[in-house]
């Protein structure tokens, strides 16, 4: 760059007004946009929620008054709560033994349709007090 041309864009620069920034006016608008989105965000789930409520309501009505005679679903076999417990190869449910052979239990849960456990070598098993899967 040549000595003048320097001296020119240096002699400019000093002359030159900082920019005026209104930090505040700034934060302000962010503040705004950032309130719009939440509002519009807000609304938006809102909506969606009334929406599928609304969806909900209608399918669960038209489907009681479709059929008032349609039989209800059985109960599961294993719905009540009782004392239960496990002793080797055989799951105590109330006065119910179920033997799952070759199976030894090690942790089981009880479920409505049966119980899911674990033998001691950590496999998961299914049974439904008739069936060991």
Excluded: C
Excluded at 60 to 78: I, K, V, Y
């Amino acid at each position: 760059m040549s000595g003048p041309l320097k001296d020119l864009l240096a002699e400019r620069a000093r002359a030159a007004e900082p920019p005026r920034l209104d930090v505040g006016a700034v934060i302000e608008s962010g503040n705004a946009r950032l309130r719009r989105r939440r509002i519009a965000l807000g609304t938006g789930t809102a909506g969606a929620v009334l929406a599928v409520m609304w969806a909900g309501s209608l399918v669960s009505t038209s489907e009681t008054e479709s059929d008032p005679g349609r039989l209800q679903p059985a109960a599961a076999a294993f719905a009540d709560r009782q004392v239960t417990y496990a002793l080797g190869s055989t799951i105590h449910y109330g006065d119910q033994r179920m033997d799952v052979a070759p199976y030894e239990v090690s942790t089981f849960v009880q479920t409505d349709s049966g119980f899911v456990f674990t033998d001691k070598a950590g496999e998961v098993v299914v049974t439904d007090g008739e069936a060991t899967d």
